[in-house]
Each structure stands twice: as structure tokens, then as C-alpha cells.
């Protein structure tokens, strides 16, 4: 999968808000903490520092949603981030977004803060992330 593959994949799942580009995410992975798993159907990128991971993104494409990748990859990307040596892992997520919310709950997510209009859906709507947590293994 490349940096190309995930802005497209990216760009089809964020409709409602800016997609990343293949350039942000080359970037984001020449660095050596940074990770990726999944394929071009569903991915996630990940950042392991000093024992936490945090989940930059998860995206699936349209194509391929309601299939069960998703949790394959939150599995997946959990597993590699113990590896690294994480304890705990983190993720954002916008507080309309109740499908996402629904897989991190399930994958054993707890909320833990809040961000105020922190997702911006148009130049007058912003939207609160919710910020959620969970224990590696």
C-alpha cells in the first residue's frame, strides 16, 4: 500500500471532512515511529512514542465497509503497537461520527476527554472530537 493508495482510499471515506493528501502521508510515514496496516481497502496509521499509540486515522473504502476490516485493523494495528512496546493506545474521533464510535467501543474504547470544534465540516461548522482510551493488551 502506498502513500497514493491511502489518499485515495482517504479522499472516498472523508466526505465530510478534508481528506489527507499523498503527500501528508508519505510524510507522516518517514517516521520512524509511525506505522500503517491494512491495504488499499481499509487502513490504519498509527504513532507508537514511549509506550502510548495513538491512532492518526482509520479509513475504509466505501466499496468495502460493513465487512468486519476495520475491526481487522484496529486488531491488527493493536497488536503491532504491543510490539513497540505500548501500553496504551488513544484516538480522536468526531462526536457525530456514531459508526467510528461503535467500532472503538467495541474494540474496548473508553471516552476520556473532549476537544471542542476541533473537526471542521465547513468555514461556519465545527464539530467536538471525542477522545478515547483503552489499555494495550
Same mark, same amino acid.
Given at each position: 500500500m502506498t #502513500?497514493?493508495?491511502?489518499a485515495a482510499t482517504h479522499k472516498a471515506a472523508f466526505t465530510q471532512s478534508r481528506p489527507w493528501s499523498e503527500t501528508e502521508f508519505s510524510d507522516l510515514l518517514s517516521n520512524r515511529f509511525t506505522f500503517a496496516v491494512g491495504d488499499a481497502r481499509c487502513f490504519a496509521l498509527i504513532q507508537v512514542i514511549a509506550g502510548e499509540a495513538e491512532l492518526l &486515522? /482509520?479509513? &475504509?473504502h466505501p466499496n468495502h465497509q460493513r465487512r468486519g476490516l476495520a475491526t481487522q485493523v484496529m486488531n491488527a494495528w493493536h497488536s503491532h503497537a504491543i510490539n513497540q512496546g505500548a501500553e496504551r493506545a488513544f484516538l480522536d474521533v468526531a462526536a457525530d461520527n456514531n459508526p467510528? /464510535?461503535?467500532l472503538y467501543d467495541a474494540c474496548g474504547y473508553a471516552p476520556h476527554g473532549r476537544r471542542p470544534g476541533?473537526?471542521?465540516?465547513s468555514a461556519k461548522?465545527? /464539530?467536538d472530537a471525542i477522545v478515547m482510551q483503552r #489499555?494495550? #493488551?
Open positions: #502513500p497514493a493508495d491511502m &486515522t /482509520i479509513a &475504509t467510528a /464510535i461503535a476541533y473537526y471542521k465540516r461548522e465545527s /464539530i #489499555p494495550l #493488551p
